[in-house]
Every structure is written in C-alpha cells, then in structure tokens.
C-alpha cells in the first residue's frame, strides 16, 4: 500500500458543487501539504499543517478549505467548484526536521469542473 | 519571495545521449534546493537536494546537480540517458527555515529510442 493515499483518484463534476479530495498517510508524519500542478506553472502551495491543531494558507488557498482531522488525514474541501480549479491536486507529507527538506506525495487527484 | 526557473518547458534527448536541465532560481539567502521528479500517473520523488558542502551533489538514478551560487543556478546532469527517464522534471527552492518548497514550471523529458 502507498504511504500516502489520495481519494479519489479522478473526479468530474459541475460547477458550484462541493468537492471533498481526501489525504491520508501511513509515514508518522507531522507536516501535511496540498498542492495544485497546472501545466506549466509547476506545483502551488494551496495549504499546510504542520500539526493537528495547526493550519496555514499557502500561496493560493483562495476558494479552498482543509481540515486535518488527525496526525494522519488530511482532507481539502471545494465548497462551490468552478471550472479554473479543475488540475491535478498533490497531497504530501514530510517529517518534522526541517533539515530533510523532503516531500513524500500521493499519486494525486484529478479533477474536472464543468 | 523566492522563486525558480525552469526555462526549457519540452527537451528531446535520444537515448545513451547526456542530458543537462536547467534551473534558476532566486532567493536572498542561502537556497536549500531540490530536483524532483514525476513519471507518469505518478506523484513527485525526490532525486537530490542541495543545502550545503560540496556544491556537486549525487542523486538516485545516476542524476547529479551543480549549485553554481554565481548563476543562481542548480543544473540537473545525467551522462546517459535511458528509456526509463522519460518523464517531467522539477526544480524546487526551500524555505530556510521549514519545509516550504517553491517549484518551477517543470520541464517534460521526452528519451528518443
């Protein structure tokens, strides 16, 4: 199994709806991430947290929502989908060493907004 | 802010042939840097990093990376290139002080048989 496992894999839907992508991973980590890949713009930082009780905006949280349910899940919310937010959507995980600088990612989400 | 630079978006390299992509970047301190990649279907993994010492770093895969602070540069080097290394590459900038990364835009490999 993977250490970090994304639901659902692939995802259409209209716009205004509410989406729910899901994270959840086995490596004990504290830090948990959600990033956004466009085509040539490479990956965003929509979200991170670095504990349960801990959650911070990163570079284009605007339109999005997360809740870290515990140490291990992850979860980022749509709450009124539309069509620029369809994308390959990245959740990752990394220890809490500040030193080791390295992201372990899901196989990621993608999603479809009509 | 930080930010990164991957100024070739498509490289086509025949197979056995040496490849070099490139990456640039901008950050006021000293830069921890990365390269990952990103076959296809797959999420990113971490090829090398870069955060100080020796300025030519060895990664998986027979990959290696020069830090050349001059240039702001941290060029990702591989002799021979095979079948396998088709996919999508990313430079990445870290924060000093966490785990906050800054990708490029990524450049897609294409391996010629």
């Known amino acids: 199994d993977a250490d970090v496992t994304q639901t659902p894999r692939n995802r259409i839907t209209k716009t205004g709806k509410r989406i729910m992508l899901e994270c959840s991973q086995t490596?004990?980590?504290?830090?948990m991430y959600w990033y956004r890949q466009d085509p040539g713009l490479g990956l965003r930082l929509i979200y991170y947290?670095?504990?349960?009780?801990?959650?911070n905006k990163g570079e284009i949280s605007d339109g999005y929502s997360v809740s870290r349910q515990a140490q291990a899940k992850f979860s980022l919310s749509l709450e009124s989908a539309i069509p620029n937010q369809t994308a390959l959507y990245f959740c990752?995980?990394?220890?809490?060493?500040?030193?080791?600088?390295?992201?372990?990612f899901g196989e990621g989400s993608r999603l479809t907004v009509l | 802010a930080q930010s990164v630079t991957q100024p070739d978006i498509h490289i086509t390299v025949s197979e056995g042939a040496s490849l070099e992509l490139r990456c640039n970047y901008s950050y006021g301190a000293t830069p921890y840097l990365f390269w990952y990649v990103q076959s296809p279907g797959q999420g990113l993994q971490l090829l090398l990093k870069y955060f100080s010492g020796d300025t030519l770093v060895q990664g998986i895969k027979g990959f290696e990376a020069e830090f050349k602070r001059s240039q702001s540069s941290f060029n990702l080097r591989k002799p021979s290139v095979h079948w396998s290394d088709a996919a999508e590459y990313f430079c990445a900038v870290g924060e000093h002080a966490g785990n906050m990364l800054t990708f490029g835009g990524g450049t897609r490999l294409m391996v010629k048989p």
């Open positions: 490596k004990g980590h504290d830090r």
């Open positions: 990752a995980t990394s220890d809490l060493g500040w030193n080791t600088g390295e992201l372990f």
């Open positions: 947290s670095f504990d349960v009780k801990d959650i």
